[in-house]
Structure formats: C-alpha cells, structure tokens
C-alpha cells in the first residue's frame, strides 16, 4: 500500500471556522448588516478574497478593490488576534491519534489549506511535527474547489494522485479533491460533502485500516 494522507486544516483538525465566523460577522457588521449562521457554510475553504466578495453581495455592498483589500486586511488582523490564543486544546477529536498512528506506519502527511495563517495555527496547536508538506494559501495561486493545493500537496510527498486520499469539511475542498482524482473522507454534515466516499463526524471514527480499504 503506498497511500498518502492530505489533510484540510481548518474544520478538519481544529475547529478555527468558529473564528473566521466571528471576524466575518464583525466586518459585516461593521458595514450596517449581518449574515446567517447557515450562510458561514458557503464561506468554508474559499480564499480570504472570495469570502469578503460572497459577504459584500449579501450585505448588498459594494466596494473598490483598495477598500476590499482594506476590509480583508481588518478581518484578518481580528482573526489572527483569536487564533493567536489558541491552544492543544483546540485540537479536534481523533485528530492527533490519527497523525500519530499515520506517523508510526510511515504514512506520508500533508496539509492542503486554503488559509495564509496555517503556520501560525500549526505552531500554537504543535501540529507542525506531523508534516511531511504543507501546501496552503500562501502557496497557491488559485483556490479550492480548483484541485491545485491538492496536486500539489501530492507532488511534494511524491505521491500520484491516485494515492491520496484527502480529509475535508467544506462542499469546495471535496469538489477540489474530486478534480485531482483523490479519495475523499468527509468530515461534518454529509449533506454539505456530495461527493465524499464516507463521512465522519470526526477523525476518532477512522483507522488506517479503513483509509486503506478506501484505495481498493
Ligand atoms: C480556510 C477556511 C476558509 C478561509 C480560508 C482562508 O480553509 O476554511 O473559511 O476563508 O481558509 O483563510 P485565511 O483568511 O486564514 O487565509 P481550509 O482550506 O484550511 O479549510
Ligand atoms: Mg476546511
């Protein structure tokens, strides 16, 4: 068996789209409206970029490219200041288990994130160790659901696509796996994983023995 393991951050292994959440929601209403907790949905493994655009159109916002650029800049500094006091503790469950026993076996490891924070994230949670690359959003060009975070996550553990099997939360980090021709594990609300092979609440409901068998 020669699989590899690529891993989605946040929702994922820690649960930081609480944070994006509140900054998003501050933002909005810092700008006269306010947005659905459903609607937070929509907002999980796009860019920084596409999130504020998706945001300003429900609001019924319009914005130049500087002030967007400035808005993105502000909900930025709010989030970073939360994840900034993130701890261990933060960890979803199962996660560290699962990384530790991939480890053991000699299972490659990465991280395919569309955030420009993981590295800060991976530090104040001692995930760091784990990886064997991390591709996110300071490395790629374009964003989830295109497969490239994905692709190239895969060309550094020098693994073929087909090897892989990606761990998602959001509807577009599944279509990004789907383009690359990965196996799929969905984490969360099926309803918002079409397309995963199997889905879990979390990563204390698999074993490798189960991530396998999804190779065939
Ligand atoms: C995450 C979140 C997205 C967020 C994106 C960019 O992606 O799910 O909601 O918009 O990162 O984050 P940042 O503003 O920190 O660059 P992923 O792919 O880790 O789920
Ligand atoms: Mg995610």
Not at 21 to 34: E, H
Not at 62 to 71: D, G, H, I, R
């Amino acid at each position: 068996q020669h699989i590899a393991c690529i891993f989605d951050l946040d929702g994922v292994l820690v649960d930081t789209a609480v944070y994006h959440y509140q900054a998003w929601k501050q933002l909005a209403n810092s700008l006269g409206f306010d947005f659905a907790h459903a609607q937070n949905e929509q907002l999980k493994g796009i860019s920084r970029m596409h999130s504020l655009d998706k945001i300003l159109k429900w609001g019924g916002v319009e914005k130049s490219e500087a002030e967007k650029e400035a808005l993105a800049t502000l909900k930025n500094s709010w989030y970073v200041a939360m994840i900034s006091k993130m701890t261990e503790a933060e960890v979803l469950p199962g996660s560290l288990k699962l990384l530790q026993d991939l480890k053991d076996q000699g299972i490659k490891i990465a991280l395919g994130s569309a955030s420009k924070n993981s590295g800060l994230i991976l530090e104040r949670t001692n995930l760091a160790h784990f990886f064997d690359a991390i591709v996110d959003g300071n490395t790629v060009s374009a964003s989830k659901p295109d497969p490239e975070v994905f692709v190239k996550a895969a060309e550094l553990l020098g693994a073929l696509n087909k090897d892989c099997v990606v761990f998602e939360d959001a509807q577009a980090g599944v279509q990004a796996a789907i383009a690359a021709g990965m196996a799929i594990v969905g984490i969360g609300n099926a309803e918002n994983l079409q397309g995963a092979q199997l889905v879990i609440n979390d990563l204390s409901e698999i074993t490798i023995a189960e991530i396998s068998a999804l190779k065939k």
